[in-house]
């Protein structure tokens, strides 16, 4: 008797969920608290700004922290599988970037590039915070561009983060994505219409 095809597909391992989750709690904490502390008027009317900043600051250590802990402790494997796949980018991702509808691996294009974005802008979110709290605490660390950069760096994330939640929970053909990074699991059908060659590899490791 030939075996039923699976309703569901394993997307996400508890420690990716654990690690999307952590950072995006951090980024909302700080992404709010960032905003009271460059709106001047927001700062006011809340009127507890070295309150707000001590929120921002122990909240970027913490956000780093618990990313180490979570690789440290966590299933290394699972994360490096995600992360050379994310490094994969071929044929397929950039017709999809031209709009033609080409079969997608377990991520695609846009979801690889918002990933290299995210990374690049939590090290720079870093570096130039760093800089900043340094600053107020010897001259030296001073630079003109720094809260420049630091205010861009918020202004882009804001919209990016705007997209993605539209994309995560409104969105129709999207949303059913977010059951992945809650529930580890997506439905088989939905998973063979959005990212084909995952799909395809998946069911074949089931069959082995």
């Known amino acids: 008797m030939a075996t039923a095809e699976p309703l569901r597909l394993r997307r996400f391992t508890r420690t990716e969920r654990t690690l999307h989750w952590v950072h995006a709690t951090a980024f909302l904490v700080l992404l709010a608290s960032g905003l009271a502390l ?6 006011q009317l809340l009127g507890r ?7 921002h600051v122990y909240t970027a250590v913490t956000w780093a922290a618990a990313i180490l802990v979570v690789v440290l402790f966590g299933d290394r494997h699972s994360l490096r599988r995600t992360m050379r796949e994310m490094d994969v980018f071929d044929r397929d991702d950039r017709d999809w970037l031209r709009g033609r509808k080409t079969p997608q691996g377990k991520f695609n294009a846009g979801q690889k590039l918002n990933a290299a974005i ?5 090290v720079l979110f870093a570096v130039t915070g ?5 600053g107020e605490r010897d001259t030296r660390y001073r630079f003109a561009q720094t809260l420049l950069i630091h205010d861009w760096l918020t202004q882009i994330s804001l919209l990016l983060f705007l997209g993605h939640l539209y994309l995560a929970v409104i969105h129709p053909k999207t949303r059913h994505a977010l059951n992945g990074m809650t529930r580890g699991w997506v439905d088989a059908e939905w998973a ?10 998946v069911r074949k490791a089931d069959r082995v």
């Open 38 to 43: 460059y709106l001047p008027s927001l700062a």
């Open 49 to 55: 700004r070295p309150l707000l900043k001590d929120i």
């Open 118 to 122: 995210t990374a690049a802008f939590a």
């Open 130 to 134: 760093t800089l900043l709290w340094l």
């Open 192 to 201: 063979d219409r959005r990212h084909e060659k995952w799909s395809r590899e």
